[in-house]
């Protein structure tokens, strides 16, 4: 491990960047990943966190009627993994080279899907079989998909999925947990 276990943000193209306004619910689910990195990196932004009353006239003003969005001088970018994957870019973590792009990709995907999304599929389960999916999400899928990771975190120096430095997979992985 290093001396310094919580490393300096890098410098960032997005720090030159005016007039960031970040427009998501205030609540924790698929919108936080944006604002987390943003966050990080010591972005200054407008925390905008619509509620009932003001959804219904912000929504037609979205690009596709739902939120996560990003502002940024103007520029609407919808999707949170999207708005994630270009904060990233702009700071630093995420790769240039297309092979990197690939491998922080591919773990980004498994906590997306194979974490995520299972996981969240038992919100659409009869109530009366929630636990059983739920016992066997944390039992048999999870503990899997967890595997995977610490083999790879062991598989280096133990502090990043990829690379050297924190990427979009880690901050994947860490709003996941």
């Known amino acids: 491990k ?17 007039n960031i306004k970040y427009y998501y619910f205030d609540v924790y689910a698929r919108g936080e990943l944006p604002r987390m ?8 932004f407008e925390d905008i966190r619509p509620n009932k009353e003001s959804w219904p006239e912000l929504k037609p003003k979205t690009k596709f009627g739902q939120l996560p969005v ?19 870019s702009k ?7 297309v092979e990197e792009q690939v491998a922080v990709d591919e773990w980004v995907e498994l906590v997306k899907l194979d974490c995520s999304e299972n996981f969240n599929k038992f919100w659409s389960i009869k109530d009366d079989q929630r636990k059983a999916y739920l016992d066997n999400f944390f039992e048999n899928g999870l503990i ?20 050297d430095s924190i990427t979009l997979a880690d901050f994947a992985l860490l709003e996941f947990a």
Not at 74 to 84: D, E, H, L, P, R
């Open 91 to 97: 700071t630093g973590q995420y790769p240039s080279d």
């Open 37 to 44: 990195i943003l966050g990080y990196n010591k972005i200054d």
């Open 2 to 18: 290093s001396a310094n276990p919580t490393p300096s943000p890098p410098t960032s193209s997005m720090q030159a960047l005016k």
């Open 70 to 88: 990003i502002e940024i001088d103007g520029k609407q970018i919808a999707q949170a993994f999207v708005i994630a994957k270009y904060i990233c």
């Open 144 to 163: 899997t998909k967890l595997e995977l990771f610490e083999k790879q975190l062991k598989s280096g120096k133990g502090e990043y999925l990829v690379g």
